[in-house]
């Protein structure tokens, strides 16, 4: 390779060359029928990322006193809460938690983890709802709320 210039090379043509001299590649004995079966494949379950939603069962509170525990969660006060609560032909999202219905002067009564639930499904904060169930009025449904969060926050959210 004499000279500056650039050099003419045909890569096609040497590839043509190459493939002309190989030789055929000899065919691999039949080995697969004399290995083993492969092991099956295990395909790790997904966890649960949010716990089951809360049975309602046990103790129950007032219309009165539910609102009353829960004033603030949401930017709503305990009497807007017992508008909300008196009537849920406009608000049906609470009605999961509604424990009996009753004909005055009887007020409803309600599921209190219920309702947080409910209220965390429509964005409440995890913080405020916390913070409800320490207040003396909710003080007894303290730990199955802490059950109920630990199972939703098992993947830290």
């Keep these: 390779m004499q000279g500056d210039g650039p050099v003419d090379v045909d890569f096609i043509d040497i590839i ?15 080995v697969a029928a004399t290995l083993p ?11 649960p990322t949010a716990a089951e939603p809360v049975q309602p069962t046990g ?14 969660i ?6 807007q809460w017992r508008k909300r609560l008196g009537d849920l032909s406009n608000h049906p999202w609470l009605k999961p938690a509604r424990a009996t219905q009753t004909a005055a002067p009887h007020p409803a009564t309600w599921w209190p983890l219920k309702f947080a639930e409910l209220l ?10 916390n913070r ?6 909710l003080k007894p449904w303290l730990t199955d709320w802490q059950e109920a969060k630990r199972e939703r ?4 959210q």
């Design 16 to 30: 043509d060359r190459w493939a002309a001299e190989r030789k055929p590649v000899m065919a691999l004995p039949a």
């Design 37 to 47: 079966p492969a092991p099956p494949t295990i395909v790790p379950q997904a966890e």
């Design 59 to 72: 103790r129950t509170m007032a219309t009165g006193e539910l609102a009353d525990a829960f004033d603030g």
């Design 74 to 79: 949401m930017d709503v006060t305990s009497q």
């Design 120 to 129: 965390l499904e429509r964005n409440a904060s995890l913080e405020s709802l």
């Design 132 to 137: 409800a169930f320490l207040a003396p009025q």
């Design 153 to 156: 926050n098992a993947f830290g």
